[in-house]
């Protein structure tokens, strides 16, 4: 009969002869387990992250706005528009200081460098909004865990949020405008938002709805840190200075518009909502989700 090989512990503790070697390691961590008290550290991993870990990261952060009850969802929507009320705000007044007819491109500056400000604060409070939610909400979809009907579903409802919010805030903006007088550069903003024609404001917005996409994307793609708020300055900065359509900050700014109006356009204002929406839609489920989701999985 073949003897029973013996393996001897870290202490000179006898070891039972049917295990094996990974067994003098067990007896020896528990023997550290008990002389050393066991710390958690926690890893700020400052490098940037792999593509496969973003996509990840965007696929559980899709999964987890499916999983929200309804009424969490739209009221953080809702949330997201009153606060992106501000942005519009904040072009309004800044319009007033240098007017587009004076200084075209001194104007385009200086609203780029206010337009960033409600959409930061936006992003960073973790509100829906609808414009993030384009690629986001894509990304389960593509990967098969989610089918279409909750996708459209939850786009509906983060849009309508968004826009009570948006309406809400145009509402409070124009009860203190004795305070904010930003009455005239809402007219102003209004008057140059419906200038356009459908097809420059669709085109426009697929180009607003895939940096913002892209935005989501970066901000995903960095720790959570000042680095995030570059990253969203940096895109929003890039919406404004090209004069692109955003369909959430552009309802805010068209509700203000009509509030203060003597005249207002309601059908082109319509008209503007819905062409700046499906625009954003394309833009960022397409170009930012469908594409990021294609070669990435392709390099897999």
């Known amino acids: 009969m073949e003897e029973d090989k013996v393996i001897i512990g870290p202490n000179g503790q006898r070891l039972s002869s049917n295990e094996d070697s ?7 961590r528990h023997q550290e387990d008990k002389e050393y008290t066991s710390v ?4 700020s991993d400052e490098a940037t992250r792999h593509p496969d870990d973003i996509l990840e990261h965007a696929i559980q952060e899709g999964l987890e706005q499916y999983e929200r009850p309804n009424i969490s969802l ?5 949330s997201a528009g009153l606060i992106i009320g501000f942005a519009g705000m904040c072009v309004a007044l800044i319009s007033q200081l240098i007017p587009s007819a004076t200084n ?3 104007n385009r500056l200086i609203v780029a460098l206010v337009y960033p400000l409600g959409f930061i604060i936006c992003i960073l409070s973790g509100t829906q909004l609808f414009t993030e939610q ?5 990304y389960p979809v593509l990967d098969k865990q989610i089918s279409y009907k909750p996708l459209i579903k939850l786009w509906l409802l983060v849009l309508s949020g968004n826009f009570v919010g948006t309406f809400g805030t145009s509402v409070l903006l124009y009860l203190s405008d004795s305070v ?11 008057h140059h938002l419906l200038q356009y024609s459908s097809t420059e404001v669709f085109i426009s917005a697929i180009l607003a709805g895939w940096l913002m996409a892209q935005g989501g994307w970066l901000v995903m793609a960095t720790p959570p840190n000042s680095s995030q708020i570059i990253c969203i300055f940096i895109v929003t900065f890039i919406i404004g200075l090209g004069g692109l359509h955003h369909s959430i900050a ?11 109006s003597p005249h207002p356009d309601f059908i082109g204002s319509l008209r503007f909502i819905i062409c700046a929406v499906l625009g954003n839609l394309i833009g960022g489920s397409f170009f930012v989700g469908v594409l990021n989701y294609a070669h990435i999985k392709k390099s897999q």
Do not use: P
Not at 74 to 78: K, M, N, Q
């Open 104 to 106: 075209f491109m001194l």
């Open 180 to 190: 904010i007088l930003a009455g005239v550069g809402f007219i102003d903003v209004g």
């Open 134 to 138: 384009t690629a986001t909400a894509v």
């Open 250 to 260: 552009g309802s805010a700014e068209i509700f203000s518009y009509l509030f203060h």
């Open 22 to 28: 990974k067994t003098a390691r067990t007896v020896e």
């Open 40 to 43: 958690i550290i926690k890893r």
């Open 74 to 78: 739209f009221l953080s929507a809702i």
